[in-house]
Nanobody, 123 residues
Framework: QVQLVESGGGLVQAGGSLRLSCAASGRSFSSYAMGWFRQAPGKEREFVAAIHWSGTSTTYTDSVKGRFTISRDNAKNTVYLQMNNLKPEDTAVYYC????????????????WGQGTQVTVSS
């Protein structure tokens, strides 16, 4: 069992930055790939970024490449999403998710989810 708690969301102007954190409880955090997903009002949940359980590989959706960075600290059971140069279209609820031994962008393969944190980017 893995429990995930996100934090760090808020309201920011376009061009600004936020860092999201996701604290995980439970055993074997280092065996889980971690992902960030987001869902805007009226839209489906979409993949944002993922990091391999070893931390040696990351992947991003095209719209955030060069602006967002996912990282993890296995000693602290925490994954981060650094978001720079934010745009109004980044406005969404951001979710942290954990997947045991699956590394990729399919939400169906992520078994554990956090409650989400709101990110709002004003123009």
């Amino acid at each position: 069992q893995v429990q995930l708690v996100e934090s760090g969301g808020g309201l920011v102007q376009a061009g600004g930055s936020l860092r999201l954190s996701c604290a995980a409880s439970g055993r074997s955090f280092s065996s889980y790939a971690m992902g960030w997903f987001r869902q805007a009002p009226g839209k489906e949940r979409e993949f944002v970024a993922a990091i391999h359980w070893s931390g040696t590989s990351t992947t991003y959706t095209d719209s955030v490449k060069g602006r967002f960075t996912i990282s993890r600290d296995n000693a602290k059971n925490t994954v981060y999403l650094q978001m720079n140069n934010l745009k109004p279209e980044d406005t969404a609820v951001y979710y942290c998710a954990a997947s045991y031994r699956y590394y990729g962008n399919s939400p169906a393969n992520y078994y554990y989810w956090g409650q989400g944190t709101q990110v709002t980017v004003s123009s």
